[in-house]
């Protein structure tokens, strides 16, 4: 009699925890498993590198998030056991990658993530530019305000496009957003100063540059003014030699400006 309570209490206990965790239970039991496998862990920038997702079962999506899944990517098709996608780095550091896959019946695998490791490597580090003319420089380009005002002239802002991977599931590319500078308020100095962007490129691909007058936000005007309103640039005459400056000239829109490299060892 004495053993009664105490056991009735241990297997009322039991029966509760059981029935708690029963849900849990069967939520694992719909998740499954996935391996994620990079070919590398650490990759110079501008590689591309190779991620494999497997699992035991049939994949119908594979989601891909650099913010654990605040915003997400997600492609849809029949990937059987196994997928390798592309993915492409544009900048140095420590990339996190958040994966998760589907299988039939709309159900999610486990997260797994990979965490990449991008380094400057054999990369070229721009460190500096200096915008010598454009088109109407000293001249008017906020025609709102009259030419004894020095509102007149231009709010230079200069942007840079790498050309990168257009998505892991594809093995196109095409020029993107790498970096935009801040704004030279009615000209200003004209230099930027980038030490601290830790803007590394591999030197044997060309980015393309634009610089703009900026008005209100969103508006901006480009300064390059021919219908392409950029240029493409690449180091390939420079490779050799490893000039700490390069200066490019583009007469036909009145465009000079300079830049300052840091090389690799
Ligand atoms: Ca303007
Ligand atoms: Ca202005």
Redesign the pocket.
Known sequence: MILTLPLRLKIGFLFILIASCSPDNSQEKESFAIEVIPSAITIPVDKQIDITIASETDMNGIIFSYDNFATEFEYYSNYGTSKTINFYFDTVGSKTIYFKATKEGNISSEVKTVTINVVSDQAVKLTGLQLISFTNVNGS??PE?PATN??????VVFGLRKNTLNNPFSTGYSYKYWFSSTVK???GDLTWDLTNENLYFDPTKTLQIGFD?Q?NLPASQPLITDSFGYRTIGLNNYMVTKPSEITFSYPEVDLEFKIQLEWPN
Do not use: E, G, I, V
Not at 150 to 155: G, M, R
């Open positions: 380009w906020d305000f020095p509102n007149h002239l231009a709010d308020t009615n000209q007058d008005d």
